[in-house]
């Protein structure tokens, strides 16, 4: 008898897709069970969606989209910016969503307008800088 083929694996874009289904359940603080409810499919389907087990149908892609609140096409964002290069699709797989969302949440919870704006500015200088150091003159500003 011939050998059985090795187990199908997720195909990268299906798995962007999936990545970013379940960050953004997460963000919302919304369980499976309940986006599988609003959607009408089981909580095992929402599972195999965010694995990229299974591919999201389009029609579904646009009732998770809604159900989210967000627009279909940023399931592809990350994939977009890479073109679906290659080189490229594994930079939304593994992804550090769980610290993208405790930092959404701490964020949230600041109610000064200053200190969120301070926020950003450091976000956006450590980005600026590419390797996540704070510039000089940033760092002067904190003291």
């Known amino acids: 008898m011939g050998q059985t083929p090795p187990p199908r694996q997720p195909h990268a874009i299906d798995a962007q897709v999936g990545a970013f289904l379940r960050q953004r359940r997460k963000e919302l603080s919304m369980s499976m069970k309940k986006l599988a409810d609003a959607a009408g499919v089981t909580y095992q389907q929402i599972q195999k969606y965010e694995t990229g087990t299974n591919r999201v149908p389009a029609s579904r892609l646009a009732v998770l989209a ?10 592809y964002q990350e994939s977009e910016a890479n073109g679906f290069a290659e080189d490229g699709q594994d930079s939304f797989i593994g992804s550090p969503a769980d610290e993208r969302i405790r930092l959404l949440k701490a964020y949230d919870l600041i109610n000064s307008d200053h200190a969120r704006d301070t926020l950003v500015q450091l976000a956006e200088q450590m980005a600026k800088n590419g390797d996540g150091n704070i510039s000089p003159m940033a760092k002067s500003r904190r003291r």
């Open 66 to 75: 809604r159900i989210l609140g967000v627009d279909p096409g940023r399931f």
